[in-house]
């Protein structure tokens, strides 16, 4: 799968709210060095930045076309093209930041130790992680690549969105870990002009998948249909506004 720099921040005010919100629960302590590791575009990485403005920050990230464009937003940061399995800097930071990356990365009961493992003590991992995977959106794009037109080209295709957990599971494999928890869940709504902004939304990130396998007009065709689902179970408002409810689930594991 290949990553949009350029789709991912057409909704940028909207994806990095959740990492304001997510920063704004770290204990405050001094940090020497943060690192937003699944950086993407920089986005997340210039609010890590501009929390931890003495600190050395760096990002890291898998897509060469996300770092290209996370450089060139911000070139006094360092940022190096990484796979958060195979990274073996060890530290010790004071902030790890995984803003929406680890719903792509496997064995969560491995990863996270690790994490903690690079953390100086006081330091905190902050983690926000799409808890969506049963809101409709999601539901409608697996129904689709199911049926009998698509489920040749596009078997298994819903795996990519790789493990996702309870609260109550990653309270579990943490608390011993660390002195301290802090897990919630929030629910954004966010308002889209229409149905085919609902579209590009998830052409950014869910839909990568599903539309990986295809040729250009099987997208345009797989799309469409897509989007005539979504108008029965994303109902306009009033205004023609079109509301998209996204959980997400956020925790704090602090040394």
């Known amino acids: 799968m290949t990553w949009s720099a350029t789709q991912y921040v057409a909704f940028e005010a909207e994806r990095t709210r959740p990492v304001r ?85 496997p064995d969560h009961a491995a990863l996270l130790p690790t994490l903690l493992g690079k953390l100086a003590l006081g330091g905190s991992l902050a983690v926000q992680v799409p808890d969506n995977l049963e809101e409709p959106a999601h539901r409608e794009m697996r129904a689709l690549a199911h049926t009998a037109a698509w489920s040749g080209k596009l078997a298994g295709a819903e795996r990519a969105h790789g493990e996702r957990h309870t ?14 928890v802090d897990i919630w869940r929030t629910t954004y709504y966010h308002q889209l002009a229409n149905h085919a902004a609902l579209v590009e939304w998830f052409k950014g990130t ?38 998209l409810p996204f959980p997400r689930l956020f925790f704090v594991a602090t040394r």
Not at 72 to 101: K, S, Y
Not at 169 to 174: D, E, M, R, T, V
Not at 223 to 230: D, E, H, I, R, T
């Open 206 to 243: 869910g839909l990568r998948p599903f539309l990986g396998p295809l040729n250009d007009a099987e997208r345009t065709e797989f799309l469409a249909q897509y989007q005539a689902a979504l108008v029965h179970a994303y109902p306009a408002q009033a205004d023609g506004v079109v509301l």
């Open 21 to 105: 919100d997510l920063l704004a629960a770290v204990p405050d302590a001094e940090v020497r060095r943060a690192v937003d590791i699944g950086c993407g575009p920089g986005n997340s990485t210039e609010v890590l930045a501009a929390r931890y403005p003495a600190a050395v920050v760096s990002g890291l990230d898998s897509s060469p076309e996300m770092i290209e464009a996370a450089r060139t937003r911000l070139p006094q940061v360092r940022f190096a093209l990484v796979d958060i399995t195979r990274w073996d800097d060890p530290g010790p930071f004071g902030v790890i930041l995984a803003n929406a990356v680890l719903q792509w990365v």
């Open 167 to 180: 609260a109550e599971w990653y309270y579990a494999l943490l608390r011993g870990r660390c002195g301290r």
